[in-house]
Structures are given as structure tokens and as C-alpha cells.
């Protein structure tokens, strides 16, 4: 067999050219996959991008319902305790008041008003003296 294939030297440079062709197309279709693959990953970057928005806007309405939702209770909690304060806060004030009158400890409402009444009784008071001496020098 070697001495066929010495014998014709163009096998040789046929079997060459042949071998530096696939190797040609070889190295092209490597270049071609290169290239497909690098458009292919721009196009799915872009494609991953649209994808990341849509699942943004989609949970950020789903959080921010949740938040509302959250914001709602939590106003919801308030008003019923700022409710429930107040009454127990007039509930302390009543049961204080009936237990300091009981004691014969009257509240600061009504030593201001018995003030002032005794304040216009000694007006009072002081006019008729007034007028009485008034009477008794005629």
C-alpha cells in the first residue's frame, strides 16, 4: 500500500488539500457559532430584562396591596385602641371622682365654682353694707 501511495504524489497533495479544507470550514463554522452565540446572548439578555420588569410590576402591585392591607389593620387596631383608652380613661375619672367625693374631696371643677359664688355673694355682700350705712347716715 505505501509503495501506491509513493507512487502517487497527487493523492499526497490531494489528501492535504482536502485535510487544510475541513480544517478551513472547520475554523469557520467555529467563527459562525461564535457569532450565532453571541447574538443569541444579546437577544436573550434583552429577552431576561423584559421578563425581570414584568415580574416587577407584577409584585410590586402584589406588595403594595399587601402594604395597604397591612396599613388598613394597623388603622383599624389604632382606632379601636384609642377607643377602648378613652373609655377606660372616662371610667377611671368617674370611679376616682365618686370615690374622692365619697371621702368628702370635691374636684378642682367644682372648688372653682364655689369660688366664684362665694366671690359674688361678698360683692353682694358689700353693696347691701354699702347701702345699709348709706341708710343709717340719713
Known sequence: MSEQNDDKPENDAQLAAKIKGSARQIWLAGLGAYTKAEEDTGRFFDRLV???EQLENRTRGVVEKQIKSVEDRVEGVRERATGTWDRLEHMFDERVSGALRRLGIHRREEIDSLARRVEVLEREL???RDQAGD????
Open 50 to 52: 423584559q421578563e425581570g
Open 135 to 138: 341708710d343709717e347716715e340719713e
Open 126 to 128: 358689700a353693696r347691701l
